[in-house]
T-cell receptor, first 111, second 113 residues
């Protein structure tokens, strides 16, 4: 069946370093993937998305990479800042708008 | 603009009590959703409304009902609360169904004793 999962539940990085958050998916038919950020006590916030006809997409300080061969995507955050501390979720959208969320990775940024 | 507004933010119920979570969006979005978030489980879709006048079950609809009151408002009702419904509930909206860009409210923390 479909599933979206994360390799690591927690990630700790030094301020200024780059962060890489990974996500695996099992449904090879999935063609649309999204990353969300959730700060403590708040609702998830859309960061960036990517469709399967792309391998890479860049936003402001963030890059999403998609490797369809191994069904893996990652979110890279450049020059990580304390404000980046949050839980990051990947999600897939295989069925016309009903997102399937992964369990989340908690990113902690050390000053 | 307020975005997506949920009320109440916190609620404690006893088993068997009923309550309604309210949600309103001011972005003129067509689609609205209710999710629950439990530790280690991510976000799971309870119900959604693709457009005004329609509602459909999501992944975990049992024990819940919804009403799409108008284009702005989408409420979630627990008719007879159970401890298993202790969770944080999020309402979200999007311009259309086939987008991954959802706008979430701040959440409603519900405890059922």
């Amino acid at each position: 069946g479909e599933s979206v999962g994360l390799h690591l539940p927690t990630l700790s990085v030094q301020e200024g370093d780059n962060s890489i958050i990974n996500c695996a998916y099992s449904n090879s038919a999935s063609d649309y993937f999204i990353w969300y950020k959730q700060e403590s006590g708040k609702g998830p916030q859309f960061i960036i998305d990517i469709r399967s006809n792309m391998d890479k997409r860049q936003g402001q300080r963030v890059t999403v990479l998609l490797n369809k061969t191994v069904k893996h995507l990652s979110l890279q955050i450049a020059a990580t800042q304390p404000g980046d501390s949050a839980v990051y979720f990947c999600a897939e959208n295989p069925q016309g708008g009903k997102l399937i969320f992964g369990q989340g990775t908690e990113l902690s940024v050390k000053p | 603009n307020a975005g997506v507004t949920q009320t109440p933010k916190f609620q404690v119920l006893k088993t068997g009590q009923s309550m309604t979570l309210q949600c309103a969006q001011d972005m003129n979005h067509n689609s609205m959703y209710w999710y629950r978030q439990d530790p280690g489980m991510g976000l799971r879709l309870i119900y959604y409304s693709a457009s005004e006048g329609t509602t459909d079950k999501g992944e975990v609809p049992n024990g819940y009902n919804v009403s799409r009151l108008n284009k702005r408002e989408f409420s979630l009702r627990l008719e007879s609360a159970a401890p298993s419904q202790t969770s944080v509930y999020f309402c979200a909206s999007s311009s259309r169904m086939n987008t991954g860009e959802l706008f979430f409210g701040e959440g409603s923390r519900l405890t059922v004793l």
